[in-house]
């Protein structure tokens, strides 16, 4: 296996259903540099970790642009300012510190806490759906329309819109894989693009609204926010609604299907859930280590040289931080490979880290423990239909696209 090959065989589909061993591979080479004009691969642990903290990284779209990368597909070019995500500070600092006084703690400290019953009541109506059936797709049925909705009630979204979302997003969020970026005159990019227009002019209507008539709901926070930094613009308030209702669900997605996969392939574990549900906060963590949602991260630029492992990576140069194999490396976790929840030391990268860490997590981590909880408790002597499970085309959000699951029993 050539050095040249090894992301391409990465990011190729025919590797999405185990993709660890291409890391381990990949690992051993930890700062690797896939062809001339490609980007630089970082792919241990404490790399990963030191470059997420490191100022001389920068996150902003117009230095991604600038150092060649096809910036066309990106999720929030829908004739929006970038979203918060994709900006350096200080304008990063603002934007996120105005959408976390909305958002959470600790401005807001029982915003998410306090949907606890709302989150459990969701989620039984959804396992009730299953009726009779005694075979579902897990993620048509439950993991995909659980995070919409409750993603959709926290902005303020009405509930009768929520069906209309996927159409937008999946082509949205396609575009984060780098094999299907084709640049801004492909027909992927046009439909993208024009998902975006739709979802933009669809959220436009309802920021609108609540400038006029703001409610108890996180976009009328952002159009009503007045704190030290200031007000966002409407413009601003636009993107980060954009940013926040496709990142609020899709990596929930994949957490909840990746999640219930491999409690099925570690019956044992499953077990113990259905006995202790306390036990959902360990499994929740080392899944985010174990088969982590958000696999790599490929929108970094240095913007100053950065000596690293013996190897100069010069200014302007791209960086693809692979969380995934840095959630496996064996100079960071014992036994990396395996599956175990009562490991004593969790400090993964599922969420990343530094100032750009994932800004749902704690809405994240409570939906995925809930839901893996109550699917434990309620399916009764629960089977994969098929293994592997087919996948989504996406290497950088990586999940099952089906998850078909029979079961003998659905408990009251």
Not at 185 to 212: H, I, P, T, W
């Amino acid at each position: 296996m050539t050095q040249a090959s090894l992301l391409r065989q990465i990011t190729a589909f025919a590797n999405r259903a185990n993709p660890y061993p291409l890391y381990e591979e990949l690992r051993k080479t930890p700062v690797l540099l896939d062809e001339e004009g490609g980007p630089y691969v970082i792919s241990s642990y404490w790399d990963i970790e030191s470059l997420l903290h490191d100022p001389r990284i920068s996150s902003d779209a117009a230095n991604l642009a600038a150092a060649g990368a096809d910036t066309a597909n990106g999720p929030e070019q829908t004739g929006l300012p970038p979203s918060f995500i994709r900006l350096d500070p200080p304008e990063h600092d603002r934007l996120r510190r105005i959408a976390n006084q909305a958002f959470g703690p600790p401005h807001r400290p029982r915003r998410i806490d306090g949907m606890r019953g709302e989150l459990h009541r969701i989620v039984t109506e959804l396992i009730d759906g299953f009726g009779d059936a005694r075979q579902i797709d897990l993620v048509d049925q439950f993991a995909y329309p659980f995070p919409v909705t409750v993603i959709c009630r926290l902005l303020g979204v009405p509930r009768e819109d929520e069906p209309r979302f996927r159409a937008w997003v999946d082509p949205i969020v396609a575009g984060l894989d780098p094999e299907t970026q084709q640049g801004v005159d492909s027909e992927f990019a046009k439909s993208a693009q024009e998902a975006r227009m739709q979802l933009g002019m669809y959220l436009s209507g309802l920021v609108d609204q609540r400038a006029k008539e703001p409610r108890d709901d996180l976009l009328s926070d952002l159009v009503t926010s007045q704190g030290p930094d200031g007000a966002m613009t409407m413009m601003e308030v636009l993107s980060t609604s954009v940013l926040l209702l496709i990142a609020g669900h899709e990596t929930t997605v994949n957490l909840i299907t990746n999640g219930m996969l491999t409690l099925l392939r570690h019956p044992d574990v499953l077990q113990r859930l259905r006995d202790d549900p306390g036990l959902s906060v360990k499994i929740v963590e080392e899944l985010l280590r174990y088969e982590p949602p958000v696999q790599l991260v490929p929108q970094r630029t240095c913007i100053a040289d950065i000596e690293l492992r013996g190897v100069t990576i010069p200014k302007g140069s791209r960086i693809w931080l692979v969380l995934a194999a840095g959630n496996r490396d064996p100079e960071r976790f014992t036994d990396p490979d395996r599956f175990d929840p009562d490991r004593e030391d969790i400090q993964h990268l599922g969420f990343g880290s530094g100032i750009h860490s994932c800004f749902g997590a704690p809405l994240a981590r409570l939906e995925a423990q809930i839901a893996l909880t109550e699917l434990a408790r309620r399916l009764g002597n629960p089977r994969l239909d098929e293994d592997p499970p087919p996948y989504r085309q996406n290497a950088v959000l990586r999940g099952p696209r089906h998850l078909n699951i029979s079961f003998d029993e659905l408990r009251p």
